[in-house]
């Protein structure tokens, strides 16, 4: 958050750098199953953000000691392809991606229902293949498609959104030089029925009011994207789709 | 908490502790909202350019800071650099292991940075020796001696009180020994849920309970710097409204209490 910069990223009328209003998603699409291999996959466009999802599982837990006697354990692998930011990225998990990891994993727990595969462990490989600010946020809603995709039950999608602070103003969808130089960035992802909070993280310098008129276009937004989700679920799983010989 | 740490609470214990928590108390007789008594010692090792001993009830850690010159990241080639590491002492706790940083210590390391960082409680510009080209480093090391519950506290109220005790060594610049600039003072506080309770500054059995856990890091305006939630749980919006809340209060308590 909050390195220096000249760029103006509201003009006189509020309209932001790419032409979005400050409640304005970027454009997303999610598709599901382009993996032959994996038991479920996602892959995720969201503003110029690519990531692929694939979920393998749920198999038994290795190594052993890491197996949970009551319930699956969630191993979530957050990866930026060296490629995908503007600067080469040195490959392999970083402490940034590790966070991010974990932080994913606990989120796409609490919609599985880890308690019906005690002993096993279900592995989400998120892949960004192209960098474009919320990364995190995309891969959990493209992972919580790839985990439905792979029949694995849930309670629930998970689903999330940005917010964030630029020049004082609350917007939504944080775009990459927003995300650089901006005030505050929030990501939170949630349950998209109950509408409880799975993940939230928070940079920057947010006050009471900005954080609750955030976190309301987060909540309006996700409904949006939820109902993206459903589409990318139904249109590969709808039965007239089911056997034309794919 | 810790993954490692799982599983070790007894059914009897976990009934017990529940069961209070509906009383409005807690095992140690606080208040939900209540921290434990931190004893802070500053300079406790006077080689470091700043340190701290804290002890938040039975959890003890150990910040030391050192200052040294070096080059600026290119993106911001007239700040100096803040970076903040946590060790995980295999004395700490019987399943703890020596070894390089895991996702836990990572996770408390990264949410301590940020609050310090986001608080502006260092000026980063202030730590320029000549610009693009020379800059002060600054390193936070938190070592975890005997772990209780409520490592990203301690270790955030470990980290301010050794920056504030710190000093820049100019003189091996040639210019003449100073304190590190500091000026907001940031402070963290982490809940836990228990059944729909939120509990402050949990101790190890009652993260072993908590279905999911909260951190927010406030400044003296009452503004959010930080925040982050951990474990496998969620809360509504109305209990991180809530957490928020009590962050900022707790946060103006604990300010006054021991950096004033």
């Not at chain 1, 990866?79 to 932080?103: C, H, L, Q, T, W």
């Not at chain 2, 402070?187 to 309770?197: A, F, H, Q, R, Y």
């Not at chain 2, 919006?237 to 946060?251: H, L, M, N, R, V």
Request: glycine share 8%; with cysteine.
């Amino acid at each position: 958050m909050g390195s220096e910069s000249n760029i103006k990223l509201l003009d006189e009328n509020g309209m932001r750098l790419d032409g979005r209003t400050p409640e304005q998603l970027r454009p997303i699409k999610i598709e599901t199953n382009l993996l032959e291999r994996a038991d479920g996959s996602a892959y995720i466009e969201w503003g110029g953000n690519k990531i692929m999802v694939a979920v393998y599982g749920p198999r038994e837990a290795y190594p052993k000691h890491t197996q949970d006697i009551e319930k699956a354990v969630v191993k979530a692998r957050y990866n930026m392809a060296a490629f995908s930011v503007d600067e080469r990225k040195r490959p392999g998990p970083d402490r940034r991606s590790v966070e991010i990891s974990k932080v994913i994993s606990e989120a796409l727990s609490s919609a599985i229902m880890v308690e019906q595969f005690p002993r096993a462990q279900i592995d989400v490989f998120i892949e960004v293949m192209q960098a474009d600010a919320g990364t995190r946020i995309a891969g959990l809603t493209a992972a919580s498609v790839a985990v439905a995709s792979a029949g694995i039950p849930m309670r629930d999608m998970v689903v999330g959104c940005t917010a964030g602070k630029v020049e004082g103003k609350v917007v939504l969808d944080l775009s990459k030089e927003e995300d650089n130089f901006g005030q505050a960035d929030l990501p939170i992802a949630v349950l998209s029925k109950s509408k409880k909070v799975v993940l939230i993280q928070m940079d920057g310098d947010l006050s009471m009011e900005e954080f609750e008129q955030a976190s309301e276009m987060i909540l309006k937004a996700t409904d949006n994207i939820a109902e993206i989700q459903r589409n990318a679920l139904t249109s590969r799983y709808s039965v007239e789709n089911i056997g034309d010989g794919e | 908490m810790p993954r490692d740490a799982l599983g070790v609470l007894s059914e009897i214990k976990r009934s017990f502790i529940t069961k209070q928590l509906k009383e409005g108390k807690r095992g140690d007789g606080r208040g939900l909202q209540d921290f434990r008594e931190a004893t802070i010692t500053t300079n406790y090792v006077p080689r470091a350019a700043g340190s701290a001993m804290v002890k938040l009830g039975r959890t003890r850690v150990l910040a030391g800071v050192k200052i040294e010159s070096g080059e600026p990241f290119p993106d911001t080639p007239n700040s100096g650099v803040l970076t903040t590491n946590v060790e995980l002492l295999p004395m700490a706790f019987p399943t703890f292991e020596a070894g390089p940083p895991n996702e836990t210590s990572i996770e408390i390391a990264r949410v301590v940075d940020r609050g310090i960082r986001e608080s502006k409680m260092i000026d980063t510009q202030k730590l320029v020796i000549e610009p693009g080209k020379k800059v002060w480093i600054v390193f936070v090391d938190i070592n975890i001696m005997d772990f209780d519950g409520n490592l990203i506290d301690a270790c955030t109220l470990a980290a301010v009180s050794a920056l504030r005790s710190a000093f820049i060594p100019a003189s091996r610049e040639g210019g003449k020994d100073m304190p590190l600039p500091v000026d907001q003072i940031p402070i963290s506080v982490t809940m836990v849920k228990i059944g729909d309770d939120l509990v402050c500054d949990p101790d190890l059995e009652e993260e072993q309970l908590g279905s999911a856990r909260i951190t927010v890091t406030t400044t003296e305006d009452g503004h959010i710097r930080a925040m982050q939630k951990g474990d496998t749980g969620s809360f509504t919006f109305d209990e991180i409204k809530k957490a928020i809340k009590i962050s900022s209060d707790t946060g103006a308590t604990l300010r006054k209490k021991y950096f004033s």
